[in-house]
């Protein structure tokens, strides 16, 4: 089985915005987060330019591998985020469900690590006020940790009322949330 046929427009033909896999405003909410996200990564980089050293010498107090282990935590639940909908598909309610909720739990684990992350920077006294790399540092991976409990949230939505469509929508904004996640993950943990 394979995802819902785009809807024909008055013509009868499928139009490129119906083709997207979800629901129309649900990528307009993408499209506006990346652009929020982007501006942010932009001024970063924007600002890193001017205190090259400062920024090396703050990042030094970040934990690179345990942002990898985040990263692999992330893109495991939107592996099963999109393993979902094809379960559905082919009629496996109960699994779809499941990888579903596995989703959300590795979101959970995603930010349990997150906590204990900034729990470190709290204890060692850095705050957003230490350097700027730490202002945009708890600014982007904070808003982004929003997004993640935000895509918990939808996800268990979707797990309620499983149908192709809702799932397909829910999934893109966990996708969403993978390709932030994606971008953040070198620019602010392992780029010199």
Do not use: C
């Not at 970063?44 to 010498?57: C, E, L, T, Y």
């Not at 099963?80 to 989703?103: F, I, N, V, Y």
């Amino acid at each position: 089985m394979h995802a819902p046929s785009p809807k024909p427009d008055q013509d009868g033909d499928a139009g490129i915005l119906d083709e997207l896999p979800g629901e129309l405003m649900m990528w307009v909410l993408i499209v506006s987060e990346l652009l929020v996200f982007g501006a942010g990564l932009a001024a970063f980089m924007g600002v890193r330019i001017s205190d090259p050293a400062g920024f090396a010498a703050a990042r030094a107090h970040l934990d690179p591998a345990l942002a990898g282990i985040n990263t692999i935590v992330l893109i495991t639940s939107g592996f099963l985020a999109a393993r979902s909908l094809e379960l559905r598909l082919a009629m496996k309610r109960t699994a779809a469900r499941l990888h579903l909720t596995g989703a959300m739990a590795l979101g959970g684990v995603f930010l349990a690590i997150k906590i204990q992350e900034y729990a470190v920077k709290v204890e060692q006294g850095i705050s957003t006020e230490t350097h700027p790399f730490f202002t945009f540092y708890y600014l982007l991976t904070g808003f982004h940790a929003a997004h993640v409990l935000a895509g918990i949230v939808v996800l268990g939505l979707v797990a309620w009322k499983d149908e192709p469509r809702t799932i397909e929508t829910g999934t893109a904004f966990w996708h969403m949330v993978d390709l932030i996640w994606v971008l953040l993950f070198p620019v602010i943990y392992v780029l010199g």
